[in-house]
T-cell receptor, first 113, second 116 residues
Framework: AQTVTQSQPEMSVQEAETVTLSCTYDTSESDYYLFWYKQPPSRQMILVIRQEAYKQQNATENRFSVNFQKAAKSFSLKISDSQLGDAAMYFCALSYSWGKFQFGAGTQVVVTP | NAGVTQTPKFRVLKTGQSMTLLCAQDMNHEYMYWYRQDPGMGLRLIHYSVGEGTTAKGEVPDGYNVSRLKKQNFLLGLESAAPSQTSVYFC???????????????FGPGTRLTVL
C-alpha cells in the first residue's frame, strides 16, 4: 500500500518569510512522481511543483522548491518570500503505476501581514 | 479549452434520494477519477477509469457507481444518498501512465454535496 503523511495540520508564516511543509511517503514502486498541489479558498486544485523520483536534482518553480530525499522517502516544500496569495491548503501527492494518486491529509498555510 | 468541468457546483439532497454528478474534460485524457474531500482526510479516490467503457473501484467506492460511456465524460452516481456522503467531490483527469511527463492530474472545480 502507498501512503503519504503530512504531519503538520497548519503552518503560519509572516509575509516575506520562508515556510517549509513536510511530507513523507511510502511506496514499493521504483518509478513514481511526487507533487505538491495548492488549494486556495476557491477550492480549485492547482499544481505547484512536481518531482520525478528518478531525478536527483530538486525541482524549483519560482519561489517554490522541494527537498527530495529519496532514501528517507521525504518530500518537503519550501515557500520563500511568502505572499498573502500563498495562503491555502497544500497537499502532497504520490503518483505511481497507471497514474493513481495517493494524497496526504493536507497542511493549511496561514500568511500573516 | 475549458479543461475539466463539473456539474452541478452545489447540491442538497435528502436521505434516500439519488443524483448524478457529471464530469467533462476536453483535453483528450485517457484517465479520469472521482475523489471525495473531507476535512483532515485529504482526497480519497472513489472510482477511476483508464479509458472509455472501463471503470474500477478506488479506496472508498461503497454507495457510488460510475460510468464512462464517452471518453470525455465520467459520471458519478449516488443511488440512495446518505448523510455520510456529505462531502466535496472532485473530478480529475490525466494523460498517461507513470514514466511520462504528462502525469499531472487536472482537477475540476468541485461539487459541494450536502445530504440531509
Amino acid at each position: 500500500a502507498q501512503t503519504v503523511t503530512q504531519s503538520q495540520p497548519e503552518m503560519s508564516v509572516q509575509e516575506a518569510e520562508t515556510v517549509t511543509l513536510s511530507c513523507t511517503y511510502d511506496t514499493s514502486e521504483s518509478d513514481y512522481y511526487l507533487f505538491w498541489y495548492k488549494q486556495p479558498p476557491s477550492r480549485q486544485m492547482i499544481l505547484v511543483i512536481r518531482q520525478e523520483a528518478y531525478k536527483q536534482q530538486n525541482a524549483t518553480e519560482n519561489r517554490f522548491s522541494v527537498n527530495f530525499q529519496k532514501a528517507a522517502k521525504s518530500f518537503s516544500l519550501k515557500i520563500s518570500d511568502s505572499q498573502l496569495g500563498d495562503a491555502a491548503m497544500y497537499f502532497c501527492a504520490l503518483s505511481y503505476s497507471w497514474g493513481k494518486f495517493q494524497f496526504g491529509a493536507g497542511t493549511q498555510v496561514v500568511v500573516t501581514p | 479549452n475549458a479543461g475539466v468541468t463539473q456539474t452541478p457546483k452545489f447540491r442538497v439532497l435528502k436521505t434516500g434520494q439519488s443524483m448524478t454528478l457529471l464530469c467533462a474534460q476536453d483535453m483528450n485524457h485517457e484517465y479520469m477519477y472521482w475523489y471525495r474531500q473531507d476535512p483532515g482526510m485529504g482526497l480519497r479516490l472513489i472510482h477511476y477509469s483508464v479509458g472509455e467503457g472501463t471503470t474500477a473501484k478506488g479506496e472508498v467506492p461503497d454507495g457510488y457507481n460510475v460510468s464512462r460511456l464517452k471518453k470525455q465524460n465520467f459520471l458519478l452516481g449516488l443511488e440512495s444518498a446518505a448523510p455520510s456522503q456529505t462531502s466535496v467531490y472532485f473530478c480529475a483527469s490525466s494523460y498517461s501512465v507513470s514514466g511520462s511527463e504528462y502525469n499531472e492530474q487536472f482537477f475540476g472545480p468541485g461539487t459541494r454535496l450536502t445530504v440531509l
